[in-house]
């Protein structure tokens, strides 16, 4: 059974940036698609971002675009998100995912696994 800790969030301000982390164990993701889903107070869940499993295709939900950056390292078993520019409206808590399949592109996304999430806040 694979387990997703997120870490990296935290309380900044507009306009700064934070890098969330995603360390995998128990699976090797280097054959999954990752990605990156967030769900603000009082709203549904949504998609932020993927990442195929080889790397080279990305996925980001059109209000992210330009600003987030998804990316992987496989030799560390850890998915990232790069988040510059950031909104109020970015506040929420933010959930690493693991394609439920092999060899996937990632979007549409199809999660078998997620984490517990960790939160990230944006004052204005």
């Known amino acids: 059974q694979v387990q997703l800790v997120e870490s990296g969030g935290g309380l900044v301000q507009a306009g700064a940036s934070l890098r969330l982390s995603c360390a995998a164990s128990?699976?090797?993701?280097?054959?999954?698609?990752m990605g990156w889903f967030r769900q603000a107070p009082g709203k549904e869940r949504e998609f932020v971002a993927a990442?195929?499993?080889?790397?080279?295709?990305?996925h980001y939900e059109d209000s992210v675009k330009g600003r987030f950056t998804i990316s992987r390292d496989n030799a560390r078993n850890t998915v990232y998100l790069q988040m510059n520019s950031l909104k109020p409206e970015d506040t929420a808590v933010y959930y690493c995912?693991?394609?439920?399949?092999?060899?996937?592109?990632?979007?549409?996304?199809?999660?078998?696994?997620w984490g517990q999430g960790t939160q990230v806040t944006v004052s204005s």
């Open positions: 995912v693991l394609d439920r399949l092999s060899d996937g592109l990632g979007y549409p996304p199809n999660p078998g696994s």
């Open positions: 128990g699976r090797a993701i280097s054959r999954y698609a």
């Open positions: 990442i195929s499993w080889s790397g080279t295709s990305t």
